[in-house]
């Protein structure tokens, strides 16, 4: 079966930082593309970062303008876990975060924010940042 599990939400004060996990041990995770959304409380669900599959050779990664320079992709094949750096968290940054899996051997494209892009998703993990 293909299962993400997500992890490592919590509650934060402004400023601080987080680091989610990922786990996929199901699947190769290296092979898929995969991205972080996040859905605040009564919006929709929003695109966070995106990581092309190791296959794809083509390294390309997204982030978000909300969180540039803020929050970072990255991915441990060997536990096939992938993980997203929440760092000077801000209250608007409060949401379920989710992880999510596309294609196989495929890379982040321009439209890679679009949820039907993805075929499985975790369950979500809560990130509150409050002081």
């Known amino acids: 079966q293909v299962q993400l599990v997500e992890s490592g939400g919590g509650l934060v004060q402004p400023g601080g930082s987080l680091r989610l996990s990922c786990a996929a041990p199901g699947f190769p995770l290296d092979y898929f593309t995969i991205a972080w959304f996040r859905q605040p409380p009564g919006k929709e669900r929003e695109g966070v970062s995106c990581?092309?599959?190791?296959?794809?050779?083509?390294?390309?990664?997204y982030v978000a303008d909300s969180v540039k320079g803020r929050f970072a992709m990255s991915r441990n094949n060997v536990k096939k876990t992938g993980y997203l750096q929440l760092n000077s968290l801000k209250p608007e940054d409060t949401a379920v975060y989710y992880c999510a899996r596309g294609g196989l051997g495929s890379r982040c494209t321009g439209s890679w924010g679009i949820t039907q892009g993805y075929d499985y998703w975790g369950q979500g993990t809560q990130v509150t940042v409050s002081s």
């Open positions: 990581i092309s599959s190791t296959t794809s050779r083509d390294g390309r990664t």
